[in-house]
């Protein structure tokens, strides 16, 4: 789900996208016209993880996000895939 103004330990009045539930949809977009790609996040109903996203290739015109990490370049998308790396490991090493 995602959250607006949300508390995170002693940060306060943060978007949160949690996921493992099922109830966000996350899907690739790309915008030509303005030159970048993304990662877009949109509160849906329940279904099983890694159901397919409806939007996935699409422009944010055919879609209603309520969040997008938005990339312009390959280094930044990069940087984000290595956190996303350590983050996996993180996730593997606090499952019970």
Known sequence: MIYKN??????????LIELGNGDVMVGAIRCKQNKYTGIEFVNNQKKPIGTKHNTVGCTTDNTNPQVILSFKNIESL???ERALAKAKVFLKNIEL
């Open 6 to 15: 949300d508390k995170i330990g002693k940060t306060k009045g943060i978007t």
């Open 78 to 80: 990069e940087v984000v």
